[in-house]
């Protein structure tokens, strides 16, 4: 076990390291200039060069890339050329709104995706399983831009129950009424994602032979669907969970654009529009690690859900 | 199942609401469609930032909603006969947000500042003219300049000009220390900025509000939206297909003017067959644009002839020249061996969709008299290194915004402006640009302005297609709303009526 989580925390490094390299290579050899962006159309090609020179631009890309990288170890992500602020006080400025909403969305999905899975299954080609099966191709289908703008339609301007948006302002009592709607909206693909995974894997269990041995030892239909039934088929639905997961802690641009939520995905959209290397190179890296670690947590989720796949050392 | 989930949802929304979902009295809510990238006046050229500080900063001169310089923290000025001793005497009593009262030698430090190459200032070139500051006394400051400037005075009433106390200087960015009618109170970035009215203004009597909060709503949809709900008073910029909707909602209303700015469609006058006039004629004919200010902007805005706004009081009349003649256009197409037409490449710059969708009109348009067009779309910070300094394109869509004096607008057509990003050459319209930035006397810069703008239409340099409107919708009672030719949200004199 010890080996396994020291081989699993090597190549999790090592993965963050790459997509480190490559992204800050990349990033260089993208058109643009910062320096052209903070002093506008209008700089002298003497100012724009001075600028450089501050910005720290104007060094080679290697002994760049290299100070960036023991900056990194020693927790320092550098400073935005924007904001001129240390970068990850900003992403940690971020992170709050994106970490709740994304826990939100997962919580959310989830609550609805079990119950409506197993509904399905249980009554697998009857009307109701033919309902279930078109109301999640449709969330799957449907943009997730035009969901939140629909719900903002019937909520904010029809209902008039919710804030069509933004973040709390100071005295405007509960912040959590600003993020149902946009957790709404990012719950839905996912639930509805769920909900077919769910119900496909729960019919494929239901078949195996353990489930008969149980049916035949007269356990009740109830318990062999809660206990055995869903249990195996959650590790498929984990898998989809996980990826969507890694996706959404990134921060979801679409989202935060449409319901103008402070998040990281609209930081880094940010980042990109002025060449804000140092804040882009970053927010990048912070995905990346994002995503890496909740793989990680997948796979020893898996693990609990289903004994025979052990983490173990071989 | 699906009704329980619901009725989670319906009850947690209920919940959350008697819990008390405050929607903000007392106080204007601004939705601005961008953030403020720091609110240090002299160290931006982001619209969205002076829209904001010139709320926290003032200026010494001021511009009224109908381009009159006016008196801003300067209460007279005079100009000495040879056009090089600006003196201003300072109002009494101008407080800094700090409580101590503003000093010449404050205004001075702030040109200083300006001036010095270690801030910065994007736009320190307009006042590289200034050869010394000299501050008497307490209450007076002048400024000698190396050479005539007829456009000094309006430099002084733009954003960028504004005056920063030294306190300010070390954390301007984030805290700003100023002398107008409001004080900084909270900027959380993406999300909002507050104001707080500032009780010892030197203007008495104003403000009238007494909290300003910016709310950012990318958006434009959820702007609506949140106007049409009251989350917001104010939507500083309404989309042109929205005016209309907003006008028929009685709780609502909608201040319009036409905006210091043009659109147009750049051509690159080097690159063949660009670089003969007959083929620029002909495009120019070829495109109605009309159909341009309807089909895009929704009739809000008015077309032009040449690169200057009609709200310009130096504006000449040139719709003339090329009115919509597709025949007459093909016929020059002929005269210049292109009969067979050609490709030409657009290049829009992304996100910016109403370039886009110009470009888009214009590229059916041309088509009619047989120009093959491929349309480009690529991302502004590309769009502003390969189109405008690399000057590596055909043709492409784009906007220019203006000061208050026209040379800027005008200046980029000189051979050698390292904005001549359309590659115009022309010795004659090099001359009078020197000529009309030397000139103090109004009747004369006119005549001037007007022949330079003639110049560039006869050569038909670039398709001048529309100066927009600017349109804000607010709240029926919001009160004291004005649009200025320079681009801020004054706040001074706006108020609710309960």
């Known amino acids: 076990m010890r080996a396994y989580l020291l081989?699993?925390?090597?190549?999790?490094?090592?993965?963050?390291?790459?997509?480190?390299?490559?992204?800050f290579f990349v990033l260089q050899v993208v058109p643009g200039d910062p320096a052209q962006v903070i002093l506008g159309t209008e700089a002298s090609p003497e100012a724009l060069e001075d600028l450089r020179r501050q910005l720290g631009l104007d060094r080679p890309l290697g002994p760049r890339y290299w100070a960036w990288l023991k900056g990194l170890?020693?927790?320092?992500?550098?400073?935005?050329?924007?904001?001129?602020?240390?970068?990850l006080e900003l992403l940690g400025e971020r992170l709050p709104v994106t970490l709740v909403l994304t826990f939100a969305a997962v919580v959310l999905a989830m609550t609805a995706a079990l119950p409506v899975a197993l509904l399905a299954a249980r009554h697998a080609g009857t009307p109701v399983d033919l309902l279930v099966v078109l109301v999640s191709q449709l969330g799957l289908a449907l943009p997730p831009f035009w969901i939140g703008l629909l719900l903002i339609?019937?909520?904010?301007?029809?209902?008039?129950?919710?804030?069509?948006?933004?973040?709390?302002?100071?005295?405007?009592?509960?912040?959590?009424s600003y993020l149902v709607l946009p957790a709404l909206a990012l719950s839905i693909p996912l639930a509805a994602h769920l909900v077919w995974i769910l119900r496909q894997s729960i019919l494929e269990v239901i078949e195996r032979e353990f489930i008969r041995t149980a049916r035949a030892k007269g356990l009740p239909e109830n318990l062999v669907y809660y206990r055995h039934a869903l249990r195996n088929a959650l590790i498929p639905a984990m898998t989809v969970l996980g990826i969507h997961m890694g996706a959404l802690l990134g921060g979801s641009i679409i989202i935060e654009q449409i319901f103008s939520l402070p998040g990281l995905g609209r930081l880094i959209l940010f980042a990109v529009y002025n060449r804000d290397w140092p804040l882009l190179q970053g927010g990048v890296v912070f995905m990346a690690a994002a995503v890496v670690l909740v793989n990680f947590v997948t796979d020893l989720v898996y693990g609990l859900l289903d004994p025979r796949i052990s983490v173990s050392d071989t | 199942m699906g009704r329980l989930v619901r009725i989670l949802i319906v009850s947690l929304a209920v919940a959350l609401l008697l819990s008390g979902v405050g929607w903000g009295q007392g106080r204007l809510v601004v939705g601005v469609p961008a953030d403020v990238d720091g609110l240090d006046p002299h160290r931006?050229?982001?619209?969205?930032?002076?829209?904001?500080?010139?709320?926290?900063?003032?200026?010494?001169?001021?511009?009224?909603?109908?381009?009159?310089?006016?008196?801003?923290?300067?209460?007279?000025?005079?100009?000495?006969?040879?056009?090089?001793?600006?003196?201003?005497?300072?109002?009494q009593g101008i407080k800094v947000h700090t409580g101590r009262d503003l000093q010449a030698a404050d205004v001075a430090a702030s040109f200083q500042r300006i001036l010095n190459p270690a801030t910065n200032h994007p736009r320190a070139a307009d006042y590289r003219v200034i050869e010394a500051i000299e501050t008497p006394d307490?209450?007076?400051v002048i400024f000698h300049l190396r050479e005539k400037n007829p456009a000094f005075l309006s430099n002084l009433a733009m954003g960028w000009a504004a005056i920063v106390p030294p306190e300010a200087v070390a954390e301007a960015k984030f805290r700003p220390i100023g002398t107008g009618p409001f004080t900084f109170l909270d900027w959380v970035p993406d999300s909002h900025l507050v104001l707080r009215r500032f009780p010892d203004y030197f203007r008495p009597g104003e403000p009238l509000l007494d909290e300003v909060v910016f709310r950012v709503i990318p958006e434009p949809s959820v702007g609506i939206i949140s106007l049409k709900t009251g989350a917001v008073d104010v939507l500083s910029w309404l989309a042109p297909q929205d005016v209309a909707s907003v006008k028929a909602d009685p709780r609502l209303k909608v201040v319009e003017s036409p905006m210091n700015g043009i659109y147009l469609l750049a051509l690159n006058n080097a690159r063949p067959p660009l670089d003969d006039r007959r083929?620029?004629?002909?495009?120019?004919?070829?495109?109605?644009?009309?159909?341009?200010?309807?089909?895009?902007?929704?009739?809000q805005g008015q077309v032009i002839g040449s690169h200057m706004p009609p709200v310009s009081p130096f504006y000449a009349e040139l719709t003339d020249i090329y009115p919509y003649d597709p025949d007459k256009a093909r016929q020059l197409l002929a005269e210049a061996g292109c009969e067979e037409g050609f490709e030409l490449t657009i290049t829009l710059p992304q996100p910016y969709d109403f370039h886009i969708r110009n470009g888009e009109i214009i590229a059916q348009q041309l088509e009619r008299v047989g120009i093959r067009v491929r349309l480009e779309v690529m991302e502004w910070g590309n769009w502003l290194d390969r189109v405008y300094f690399g000057r590596d394109y055909q043709a492409a869509t784009i906007g220019h915004t203006g000061r208050l004096d026209p040379d800027p607008f005008l200046n980029r057509y000189t051979s050698d402006s390292r904005e001549n990003y359309m590659n115009y050459q022309n010795p004659d319209y090099d001359e009078l640009v020197k000529v009309g930035a030397a000139t103090l006397d109004m009747e004369e810069r006119v005549r001037i302005y007007r022949r330079l703008q003639e110049m560039l239409a006869e050569d038909a340099v670039a398709v001048y297609l529309m100066s927009p409107n600017l349109a804000v919708g607010m709240r029926a009672n919001v009160s004291g709303w004005q649009i200025y030719p320079i681009d801020i949200l004054n706040l001074r004199r706006v108020y609710k009526e309960e």
């Open chain 2, 279 to 299: 083929v620029r004629q002909a495009i120019n004919l070829a495109i109605d644009k009309q159909a341009i200010v309807d089909g895009v902007h929704w009739g």
């Open chain 2, 138 to 140: 307490a209450a007076t």
């Open chain 1, 153 to 176: 339609i019937l909520f904010s301007l029809k209902l008039g129950w919710l804030p069509p948006g933004g973040y709390a302002l100071p005295g405007d009592g509960t912040v959590l």
């Open chain 1, 73 to 87: 170890l020693r927790g320092d992500l550098g400073e935005s050329l924007r904001y001129q602020r240390p970068v």
């Open chain 2, 44 to 91: 931006t050229v982001a619209a969205a930032t002076f829209q904001v500080v010139c709320n926290i900063y003032d200026t010494l001169v001021e511009v009224t909603p109908d381009g009159r310089l006016v008196p801003g923290l300067a209460a007279s000025w005079e100009i000495s006969p040879d056009g090089l001793q600006y003196t201003f005497t300072l109002h």
């Open chain 1, 7 to 23: 081989r699993k925390a090597v190549g999790m490094v090592v993965t963050v390291l790459l997509v480190s390299a490559i992204s």
